[in-house]
């Protein structure tokens, strides 16, 4: 996997109790170089996942076993990417979560 570029200007986020993407690790400071990134397959910019904005669904899916996010188009894919969403600490807190049934939500798409 390619991985993309990231741009000069600032951008922080609070990501508060994002299950999601975090594991369930309640409350966590990222400090991102942009909210933009250049797509590894067409090298344009394309904006990062906004949950304010986009539909988690339409973006992401969670792979066979639930253990890693893949993104579904080019903001989900440099999201993805960035925030490096599959890190191993992540995918081992959500193993351990899956373990006792709290991961992933009912409501999330799932490969097939």
């Not at 339409?58 to 076993?65: K, Q, V, Y």
């Not at 996010?69 to 925030?83: D, F, M, N, Q, S």
């Not at 373990?99 to 097939?112: L, W, Y």
């Amino acid at each position: 996997m390619a991985v993309c570029a990231i741009h000069s200007r600032s951008y922080y986020a609070i990501v508060i109790g994002w299950n999601r993407f975090f594991g369930k690790s309640g409350v966590g400071l990222l400090s991102l170089q942009s909210q933009e990134d250049k797509s590894a397959y067409s090298q344009e910019e394309v904006l990062l996942f906004n949950p304010r904005s986009h539909i988690w669904s339409e973006h992401f899916i969670w792979s066979a076993d639930g253990l890693l996010i893949i993104g579904l188009t080019a903001i989900g894919r440099a999201t993805v990417t960035v925030l490096t969403l599959n890190r191993e600490r992540v995918i081992n807190i959500r193993a351990a979560d899956k373990e006792i049934g709290r991961h992933p939500s009912m409501d999330d798409p799932i490969q097939t």
